[in-house]
């Protein structure tokens, strides 16, 4: 089955600085690639996501690349906030089951 | 719509009870799930359920189990609680396109001593 692998497990920024996470994942028929965000004891919901046949997406401050060749893709966040402060995790599918997780990113940005 | 629905919010439960956790969704998805997030582990997948009467175990499955007799309704049931399911539990579910965006419930934290 698919496993993903998430790095780093913490990081930390100045305000205004930039974050990226990086994940790789296993298997090559995965074709669909969330990034969630998850506050302190809320529920993870979805921020940005991208599909195989797509090479990068945008949403404001925030981006995705993905280089399925290398079976690897990446969250950019710009011009970090301290409301941007959270756990992120990615994740992958292939085939029909659900979505297989990352051990998630802490990422804490202090003003 | 309510979404993903979630009850209890917290449990504390003594090593061998068995509890039910419950899980809503007014959505009308065919697809839901049950994953277990425990710190540094990320989350897991305990069991799914592509439609009513259909169901299949996930990466974790022991000591857990499902049924899914509504569309709307996917309970997971803790048969003989122990100190390592302690955990935040998350229900989620999935519409059109199968299991891509997946919509999660606010979660259930339980503790076993």
């Known amino acids: 089955g698919e496993n993903v692998e998430q790095h780093p497990s913490t990081l930390s920024v100045q305000e205004g600085d930039s974050a990226v996470i990086k994940c790789t994942y296993s298997?090559?028929?995965?074709?669909?690639f969330p990034w969630y965000k998850q506050e302190l004891g809320k529920r993870p919901q979805l921020i940005i996501d991208?599909?195989?046949?797509?090479g990068e997406k945008k949403d404001q401050r925030i981006a995705v690349t993905l280089n399925k060749t290398a079976k690897h893709f990446s969250l950019h966040i710009t011009e970090t906030q301290p409301e941007d402060s959270a756990v992120y995790f990615c994740a992958a599918i292939s085939g029909n089951t659900p979505l297989v997780f990352g051990k998630g990113t802490r990422l804490s940005v202090i003003a | 719509n309510a979404g993903v629905t979630q009850t209890p919010k917290f449990q504390v439960l003594k090593t061998g009870q068995s509890m039910t956790l419950q899980c809503a969704q007014d959505m009308n998805h065919e697809y839901m799930s049950w994953y277990r997030q425990d710190p540094g582990m990320g989350l897991r997948l305990i069991h799914y359920?592509?439609?009513?009467?259909?169901?299949d175990q996930g990466e974790v499955p022991n000591g857990y189990n499902v049924s899914r007799s509504t569309t709307e309704d996917f309970p997971l049931r803790l048969l003989s609680a122990a100190p390592s399911q302690t955990s935040v539990y998350f229900c989620?579910?999935?519409?059109?396109?199968?299991?891509?965006?997946?919509?999660f419930g606010p979660g259930t934290r339980l503790t076993v001593l």
């Open positions: 359920s592509v439609g009513a009467g259909i169901t």
């Open positions: 298997d090559s028929a995965s074709n669909y």
């Open positions: 991208i599909r195989s046949n797509v």
């Open positions: 989620a579910s999935s519409g059109t396109g199968g299991w891509n965006e997946q919509f």
